[in-house]
Nanobody
């Protein structure tokens, strides 16, 4: 059973930084793409950033230049470095991992950007 455990969310002032981590465990197979989505109240879940097994990345336009996604395959971990955070980045952030033809979600971690 694949499990994803996220950490690193919290409350930060505008302009601040946070780093999210997501550790995947329980997989018998190599992990494919890993990424982060977010969902703000009353809005649909949206892609923030993702990274393939070949380290290709793509980002939502709203976070380009501010967020960086990376992965450590030895640790089965994906990271999201978030800089220059804005109030509109406030949301629950979810880790997403694809293994073979299945995808898995973390439980979500709250990020709140407020003064």
């Amino acid at each position: 059973q694949v499990q994803l455990v996220e950490s690193g969310g919290g409350l930060v002032q505008p302009g601040g930084s946070l780093r999210l981590s997501c550790v995947a465990s329980g997989s018998k197979f190599n992990i494919g793409a890993m990424g982060w989505y977010r969902q703000a109240p009353g809005q649909q879940r949206e892609l923030v950033a993702k990274i393939t097994s070949g380290d290709s990345t793509n980002y939502a336009d709203s976070v380009k230049g501010r967020f960086t996604v990376s992965r450590d395959n030895a640790k089965n971990t994906v990271y999201l470095q978030m800089n220059n955070l804005k109030p509109e980045d406030t949301a629950v952030y979810y880790c997403n991992v694809r293994i073979l033809f299945a995808e898995y979600w973390g439980q979500g971690t709250q990020v709140t950007v407020s003064s």
